[in-house]
């Protein structure tokens, strides 16, 4: 771990805690909110300046407007929808602006759906990037926002619906300050924390997924709620692992409250493996350069197979052969040239990052995300 992320991890346990302040005058202070970007969570660092602190409230203000706007709109035509993310996650921490905003995540029941994309686009939300078949969600755009349509949550090797199914029977309203938005009941509202992350461990997870799920186990999932409800939906949907490792992660690195004593039994080298991932790949994968790309690369090798991978991300990368199909063949030789080549520029990195990567393919079996 880094000076950067060392100092980072403490900043953000002084944001969210309270804990003693971070004496980092002799930091390189760019690289600190640098890696703060790069994880999503520069909300969480002291603001630079005052100007700064106004601007991050009006943001989030501007956030919560256009969300109002949403909710109204689909309220006048009584189609039920909530909040996924965003503000159903902001509403766990203690300054909720602070929380980094991104795109709007919603969701409507499956019989409403045609009907609420009708209304969005009746409404000026201009939709994009529309698959033939909608499997997951519709993304829209008003106003330089984007705004996605939910029709369902799930991935297709994850299937959590049935509890956000329930929780659209169940809908509570948060609020922060005036702003008040439909959310999910608890149990729901957890598993798509949970399902969250999974998704974007595959991908590149970051700091931001991680603080949301630790803020709402700080303020719903102590140990009675898991024991009466949330463990057997967890083991239900194979998410267990995943949860335990990631709270007591929380625990060591984040400085979340040790009351929660369910996720004791957490592997703790597991843990370290999963922090040092997150923290080589950033919020979306945004840090993900040559070395992590070799650590997914081993990753994939294992799963697939050396050959099938090889000609696989052949077909993907040579140029020459998206203009002459008849290479098709060759692909799997010009992929091994390709990391040959990748290999001689990083001679001293390449084996740590094979390294890395054979302990995150083990990280992603452990934690059942095959």
């Known amino acids: 771990m880094t000076q950067s992320e060392q100092i980072l991890l403490s900043l953000i346990r002084q944001s969210l805690w309270g804990d003693q302040i971070v004496d980092w005058t002799d930091a390189d202070r760019e690289k600190v909110y640098e890696e703060a970007c790069a994880q999503a969570v520069s909300g969480l660092l002291p603001p630079l300046s005052v100007d700064e602190e106004i601007q991050r409230n009006v943001l989030f ?45 919603f969701i409507v029941p499956t019989v409403f759906f045609d009907k609420a994309r009708k209304l969005l686009e009746d409404n000026g939300y201009v939709p994009h990037n529309v698959p033939e078949v909608i499997e997951r969600e519709i993304q829209f755009d008003k106003d330089g926002q984007e705004y996605e349509l939910h029709y369902r949550f799930s ?9 956000i199914t329930d929780g659209m029977n169940q809908i509570e309203f948060g609020r922060i300050d005036d702003h008040q938005f439909p959310m999910l009941p608890p149990l729901a509202n957890g598993m798509v924390f949970l399902a969250h992350m999974r998704h974007h461990l595959q991908m590149g997870l970051g700091l931001r997924q991680i603080i949301d799920w630790m803020m709402y186990c700080d303020k719903v999932l102590d140990d009675g709620f898991w024991d009466n409800e949330f463990q057997a939906a967890a083991e239900e949907t194979g998410l267990k692992t995943l949860a335990v490792t990631v709270t007591y992660m ?19 080298e597991l843990c370290d493996v999963l922090i040092d991932s997150l923290l080589t ?32 991300a052949g077909e993907n990368n040579w140029e020459a052969y998206h203009k ?7 692909c799997w030789v010009y992929q091994v040239f390709r990391y040959t080549k990748q290999g001689f520029r990083r001679k001293g990195q390449l084996k740590s990052d094979m390294d890395r990567g054979r302990k995150r393919y083990e990280m992603m079996r452990k934690l059942g995300i095959d």
């Not at 501007?62 to 929808?81: C, H, S, W």
């Not at 002459?324 to 060759?330: I, R, T, V, W, Y």
């Open 250 to 268: 929380c625990q060591k690195y984040l400085g979340l409250k040790q009351t929660i004593t369910w996720c004791k039994d957490a592997e703790e």
């Open 155 to 163: 991935d297709p090797d994850l299937d959590i619906e049935k509890y």
């Open 61 to 105: 203000i501007q956030y919560t407007e256009a969300e109002t706007d949403l909710f109204e709109l689909f309220q006048k035509e009584q189609i039920p929808l909530v909040i996924l993310k965003g503000c159903a996650a902001a509403v766990y921490y203690p300054e909720p602006y602070r929380r980094s905003m991104g795109d709007y995540d």
């Open 324 to 330: 002459h199909p008849s290479l098709k063949p060759f």
């Open 281 to 312: 790949s950033g919020n979306f994968g945004k840090k993900q350069g040559v070395g992590y790309n070799v650590e997914k690369t081993v990753t994939s090798f294992k799963k697939q197979g050396v050959f099938r991978y090889l000609q696989l």
